[in-house]
C-alpha cells in the first residue's frame, strides 16, 4: 500500500496495517506448528482489512475532488448565453424555476441583455467571479475559456461541448488530454465534457 506521495493520514494508516500484518503472520506461522490462537487471528487479519478500508478512503480524500464545487455552487455563469438554440434558454429558466439562489450571469459579448438580465462581454468583465460555468461554447473555445476563468478563482464547470475524447479522432483525444491536464493543474472540477448537466434538487442547481 506504500505510495511516496503518501499524505501524513494514509502513512499513519500504513504503519497500522504493517502492524497488524506483521502480528497476524506470526500467528499464522504459530498455527502451523500447531500453536493457534484462532480468536487474535482473526482479529488481527480482520484489523488488516478494515485499514485497508481506511487507507482506501483516505486515497480517495487525496486524489479526487469533491462533487460539492459542482453541485454546491453559490454562483453560475452561463458562458455563451444566446437567444439562439434551446440550452441557453433551457439552463437559465431551469435554474430559475429551482429557484437557484446565487447570482446567475450571463456572458456573450454580442448582447447587453438576454431575457430581461444584463449580459456581459467576459468573465472579466462580471461583478464578481462565478463558482461555476456553464459552458456552452465551441469546442475550439473550451480550454482557452478555462484558462482565462482559472485566475478568477471559478472552482468548476460543466462543458456540454463536444470533442473531448469520443470516437477515434487524434485530435479529439488530444483535446481530451489536455482538458484532463489542465483540471489537474488548475484544480477545476468539470462535469462532462459533452453531457447533459447535472441536478442538485437541495441546492437548487439544475444545470440541464
Not at 497488524?20 to 487471528?41: C, M, Q, T, V, W
Not at 488488516?48 to 480517495?60: D, H, L, P, R, S
Not at 493543474?185 to 439544475?206: F, L, T
Request: charged content about 20%.
Amino acid at each position: 500500500m506504500s505510495r511516496s506521495n503518501q499524505t501524513w493520514e494514509e502513512s499513519a494508516i500504513d504503519e497500522e496495517i504493517r502492524g497488524h500484518y506483521a502480528k497476524a503472520s506470526a500467528l499464522f506461522r504459530r498455527a502451523l506448528i500447531g500453536d493457534p490462537d484462532s480468536n487474535e487471528l482473526r482479529y488481527r487479519l480482520g484489523m488488516v482489512c478494515f485499514k485497508m478500508g481506511e487507507m482506501t478512503e483516505a486515497i480517495e480524500r487525496a486524489t479526487i475532488r469533491p462533487a460539492a464545487n459542482l453541485l454546491h455552487a453559490k454562483s453560475v455563469a452561463i458562458v455563451g448565453a444566446a437567444p439562439k438554440g434551446n440550452w441557453p434558454n433551457l439552463l437559465f429558466s431551469s435554474l430559475k424555476a429551482a429557484e437557484f439562489p446565487g447570482n446567475v450571469f450571463l456572458i456573450n459579448p454580442n448582447y447587453e441583455e438576454l431575457w430581461g438580465t444584463p449580459c456581459y462581454p467576459s468573465l472579466e468583465a462580471l461583478p464578481e467571479p462565478p463558482e461555476h460555468l456553464l459552458m456552452l461554447v465551441p469546442t475550439r473555445a473550451v480550454i482557452s475559456t478555462l484558462e482565462s476563468a482559472a485566475p478568477l478563482g471559478v472552482k468548476a464547470a460543466t462543458i456540454y461541448s463536444a470533442g473531448f475524447g469520443e470516437g477515434s479522432d487524434p485530435e479529439s483525444h488530444k483535446r481530451g488530454r489536455e482538458l484532463a491536464d489542465f483540471c489537474e493543474s488548475s484544480g477545476i472540477v468539470c462535469c462532462g465534457p459533452n453531457c447533459m448537466g447535472a441536478a442538485s434538487v437541495n441546492q437548487g442547481m439544475m444545470t440541464y
